[in-house]
């Protein structure tokens, strides 16, 4: 997708419709700087109001998605391209997101090697060496459920008995038993408890 085009192409329609970027971010209950954002191309309309901005533009969200007022003939090609340029951007992103939940992990567990190492090996007092302790832990504390957050959304979980993909909810993710990314949790589809593994792609 050609966001310089997408945007161009909402400033085009926000005129048409006698809007200002204000008045328009006043509808979709944004600030005006996300609408210049969209339309100097730096950014793109996010999904939850991507369907208001379009009844408001009067387009649809394929004409959005490729800058201009797609025509009957080319729809539905337009539309299969879109929709698959948005899978691909949506597993680059997710494969972005895990290595970002691996480098965090990484980090915490580092720090709190680190400062737990020096409280052992350097001469001090016990309360200052337990209050290394404490604050080597706290990292690793913070970055857990940030890190589960990641693990649950980024991607898909593959159900072995069915084969179903699937985000499960944050509850499912954090009570299941666990070897890595694949958990043992209820299929969604088949309702049995099976190991499920991590997936980046729906197919």
Known sequence: MN???????IAERRKNA????????????????????????????DASIMLEL???????????????????????????NNLLEMAKQKEE?????????ILIGVLSIAAMFALTAVASLIQMEDRLRILLIVIGTVPILLACPFMLKIEQTAGYYECKKCGHRYVPAYKSVFFATH???TRHMRCPECHKKSWHKKVISKN
């Not at 966001?3 to 192409?9: A, D, H, L, T």
């Not at 979709?28 to 609408?35: P, S």
């Open 179 to 181: 070897v890595g990314r």
């Open 93 to 101: 992103a997710d494969k972005r997101l895990l290595s970002l939940e």
């Open 54 to 80: 379009c009844d408001v533009l009067k387009i649809t969200v394929n004409d959005l998605l490729c800058g201009e007022v797609v025509t009957m003939d080319n729809y539905n090609k337009e539309l299969e």
């Open 18 to 45: 006698n809007l200002t970027q204000m008045q328009l971010a006043e509808k979709l209950n944004i600030t005006d700087r996300a609408v210049s954002k969209w339309e100097t191309g730096k950014s793109m309309p």
């Open 3 to 9: 966001q310089s085009k997408i945007g161009r192409f």
